[in-house]
């Protein structure tokens, strides 16, 4: 036993070990160690255990394991399982990465591939989208989103070409410019030379070519009420009127928000730092290829349902 600024040690050598651990370590090497100093510096266990906030069972427990381990034995043990029977195979935890890095695609898509890649070699192993999320989390490809506490009511103009909306965005400082019908959820996109009045008109009338009823866009500067331009086209193009969204409500625009975001997803991905339209516009019609057939294909099973 050594005695140390008031405080017990059993051995010389625990007093540097002691100085790289956390304070509950300390406490409780400081509470056992006097319980097994001899007369008059020794404590009963119960008083010990009570030192250090702990049952008389809890106790017993962590002696025992500073007899055996020292004083690692002492710091808190993971609580993680040692087997988990039901993890998910390696291999189609690597797949299911290597299909989010190719594609930049969401938890659904990822989900429907690798299905499809495990089927054709006679697996029967299925993933679903939940599962795939939780992939890439723990694999790091994705973070967790806040989510949304109250829930959004859905809406959606009842018939095709009832509502077109339309928003610019932009890809690695390229302009492109996005619309998509509110009902069928079919879009267009498109790049842009740049952002002026005229070139997003130009733009508008390439992607849709057919008249419509409302317009939906945000108070951006090539939509705004005072755009000149902007009138002409509506009164070609709309049937109806032109619709603004509320300042500071994003949600408005939501569906083409969630549009705009996976397309640029998708074309990081895949062109990296790249600003070639070429290779954009060409990526753009892939992108568009597939999210509107599983649109389609989901909106389907939804009425079959």
């Known amino acids: 036993m050594i005695l140390e600024r008031g405080n017990i040690y059993l051995d010389r050598e625990h007093i540097d070990v002691l100085k790289d651990e956390p304070s509950y370590v300390k406490e409780r090497y400081g509470a056992i160690a006097k319980t097994l100093a001899p007369k008059p510096f020794g404590i009963t266990r119960k008083k010990a255990a009570e030192m250090i906030g702990l049952?008389?069972?809890?106790?017993?427990?962590?002696?025992?394991?500073?007899?055996?381990?020292?004083?690692?034995?002492?710091?808190?043990?993971?609580?993680?399982p040692k087997t988990i029977p039901n993890k998910t195979p390696k291999d189609i935890e690597d797949k299911v990465v290597a299909v989010r890095k190719?594609?930049?695609?969401?938890?659904k898509p990822v989900s429907d591939i690798v299905n499809e890649s495990l089927r054709r070699v006679g697996s029967t192993n299925r993933l679903y989208p939940s599962l795939t999320y939780n992939i890439l989390v723990r694999e790091g490809e994705i973070e967790r989103e806040r989510r949304i506490q109250n829930e959004w009511k859905r809406f959606e103009w009842g018939h095709p070409n009832r509502l077109i909306q339309a928003d610019l965005t932009s890809f690695n400082g390229v302009s492109i410019l996005t619309m998509e019908d509110d009902h069928t959820r079919k879009g267009w996109a498109m790049s842009l030379r740049n952002a002026k009045d005229k070139t997003v008109i130009q733009g508008m009338k390439k992607l849709i070519k057919v008249k419509y009823d409302n317009l939906l866009t945000d108070n951006g500067?090539?939509?705004?009420?005072?755009?000149?331009?902007?009138?002409?086209?509506?009164?070609e193009y709309v049937n109806q009127k032109h619709i603004w969204s509320s300042i500071h409500?994003?949600?408005?625009l939501g569906k083409l928000s969630a549009y705009q975001?996976?397309?640029?997803?998708?074309?990081?991905?895949?062109?990296?730092?790249?600003?070639?339209?070429?290779?954009?516009?060409?990526?753009?019609?892939?992108?568009?290829?597939?999210?509107?057939?599983?649109?389609?294909?989901?909106?389907?099973?939804r009425w079959n349902a």
């Open 55 to 80: 049952s008389l069972r809890q106790f017993y427990r962590i002696l025992r394991r500073f007899l055996e381990e020292g004083i690692a034995g002492l710091e808190f043990k993971s609580t993680r």
């Open 102 to 107: 190719a594609t930049g695609f969401g938890p």
């Open 221 to 235: 500067s090539q939509f705004s009420r005072k755009n000149n331009e902007m009138r002409k086209y509506c009164s």
């Open 249 to 252: 409500h994003p949600q408005t």
């Open 261 to 301: 975001k996976g397309l640029k997803r998708f074309l990081r991905h895949h062109l990296g730092n790249s600003r070639n339209r070429t290779e954009i516009d060409k990526f753009i019609r892939v992108y568009n290829h597939w999210y509107f057939s599983e649109f389609e294909t989901n909106s389907k099973d």
